[in-house]
């Protein structure tokens, strides 16, 4: 009986000796990923893993050693360390986004396109999900799912700035003018300093064939961003259009001064000749 009560007390001695070394492994790498200390959270994360493969925990474990993983850059890896996550809970929504996001980076747009799903699925209202989901109908052009999407975003916030901005673009896609030009309109009354707004109402004017007003446009984004050498490739492509030759000559020297490469404009320059 001594025996027996001696096995007892040694093997649950084991067990809290392997209980507490993982918990201390997690703190430790929880603190090591605050402290921005990465790869050494990553190694404890995994020693603990390793340590204890079947503690209710792990699926935590999995989450937190995948966002370190992301930040160190590590995506495939993040990928992984996520999918086991889920392996575990399939219905951690934040893990769900979590690796949708990661998809998206390596332009794997179908199975981020799942995990969009099942967020949605599981949360209807899940605004992150649905804008994601919708910027990939926009893609597939299938424009009547996107705008749903948008529509029940718009729903829940009336103010969704990338909501109104896709729904503008979706517009403009469908040959809606008034509406796209309306929805941009209204954007910039909001957000008069967004330069990237001006440009995008650029492009719907030379889409409407309104070469002056475009570029006026561009020039009021010049006034935020005198910088954005793309503003300044764009306003050359109008110019040439145009046959303002020193102008269009102007603007792409502009843009090389900036930074474009000069090989990129060069048929584009010679043509003002």
Known sequence: MKRILLCLICIFSLLGSKAQSYNEL???AMDYTFKDSLQQAEELFREALRLDPYNARNALLFSNLG?????QGKIDEAIDS???SLNITPYATAILLNR????MEKNLTEKAYLDYCNV???LPNDKEARLFRAYIYMKRRQYKEARIDYNVILGLDAKHKAARLGLAMLDQKEGRYIAARDGMNLLIEDYPKDASLYKMRANLELEQNFPDAALLDLEE???LDARDADTHVMMGDIYLQMEKKHEAREAYEKAVSLGVPRMELMEKL????
């Open 221 to 223: 984004a010049l006034k």
């Open 67 to 71: 966002t370190v993983l992301k930040r």
């Open 270 to 273: 010679k043509k003002r000749k």
């Open 100 to 103: 949708a996001t990661l998809y």
């Open 26 to 28: 997690v703190e430790k």
């Open 120 to 122: 949605i699925d599981l």
């Open 82 to 84: 996520y999918t086991m």
